[in-house]
C-alpha cells in the first residue's frame, strides 16, 4: 500500500533526514506518542514502512486499521489520517 505524503507542509519543505513514522489504529482516536513506528524515506522521497512478520516494524492482526502519518516539515510536524488498510 502506498501512503501519499505531500513535498511541502505550508510551504516548508520535507527533512528527509528525519524518518516518517506511521501509525496503525483499529478506532480512531488520535495515536499517543508510544504508537508511532519509524518509516523510512525511498530515494523518489515517499514513505515506506514494512508491515509483517518478516523483519516488519509490526505485525497487525485481521481487522480495519485507520493509517496516521507524521514527518518533520520546517518547523511544523504535520499529522494526517492518511486512509485505511483491511487486513484479513
Excluded: C, K
Excluded at 515517499?46 to 516494524?57: F, K, Q, S, T, V
Amino acid at each position: 500500500m502506498i501512503v501519499g505524503v505531500q513535498a511541502s507542509a505550508d510551504g516548508a519543505p520535507i527533512n528527509l533526514a528525519i524518518p516518517p513514522r506511521f501509525a496503525f489504529l483499529a478506532d480512531d482516536d488520535n495515536p499517543a506518542e508510544d504508537e508511532w513506528l519509524p518509516g523510512e524515506w525511498a530515494p523518489d522521497g515517499r514513505a515506506h514502512i514494512l508491515i509483517g512478520p518478516a523483519g516488519g516494524e509490526i505485525t497487525l492482526t485481521a481487522a480495519t486499521y485507520w493509517i496516521w502519518t507524521t514527518w518533520a516539515a520546517g518547523i511544523e510536524a504535520p499529522v494526517y489520517r492518511s486512509g485505511r488498510l483491511r487486513i484479513y
